[in-house]
C-alpha cells in the first residue's frame, strides 16, 4: 500500500479526533483544552497513536492523569464515532499518548534565550 494513503488517513484520522473529542461527555475530558497534535496509524490500518497535547495542566500531574484516565474509558465511544465518520473497511484500535514536544520546544527556547554571548571585540583582543 503506498505510503501517501496512509499519510492521508493519519491526517483524517487527527482531524477527525479534534471534532469527535469536543462531543465526549467524560468531564475529565469534556472540562480540559485538547489538542489533537497527531495521529500514527499502522500499515495494516489495525491500530493508530494519537498524541495529544493539554493546555494548562503543566504542573499537575495528577489532572494529566485524570484526562489519560478519561480518553482511555471514553476510547469506545470515541472509536465508534471514528468508525462512523471515517470509510475504512478497518476502524483502528486507538492509543492516547500525551505529546511533550510543545513543552520541550518551551524549554529548549528558554535555554537559547538565556544564553549570554561574549561581545566579539573581547574574543578579538584575547
Do not use: C, H, W
Not at 499502522?42 to 500531574?61: E, N, R
Amino acid at each position: 500500500m503506498a505510503k501517501y494513503r496512509r499519510d492521508r488517513v493519519n491526517d483524517a484520522v487527527a482531524l477527525e479526533m479534534v471534532s469527535i473529542l469536543r462531543n465526549v461527555k467524560d468531564p475529565r475530558v469534556s472540562g480540559a483544552f485538547i489538542s489533537v497534535t497527531g495521529a500514527d496509524v499502522t500499515p495494516d490500518f489495525k491500530y493508530a497513536k494519537i498524541y495529544y497535547s493539554v493546555l494548562g495542566i503543566d504542573d499537575d500531574p495528577e489532572e494529566a492523569k485524570e484526562i489519560a484516565k478519561g480518553l482511555k474509558s471514553a476510547q469506545g465511544f470515541i472509536r465508534s464515532q471514528l468508525a462512523k465518520t471515517l470509510n475504512l473497511r478497518v476502524t483502528p484500535e486507538l492509543t492516547f499518548i500525551p505529546d511533550e514536544s510543545m513543552k520541550r520546544g518551551v524549554e529548549i527556547a528558554a535555554m537559547i534565550n538565556n544564553l549570554e554571548f561574549a561581545d566579539e571585540e573581547e574574543e578579538i583582543d584575547e
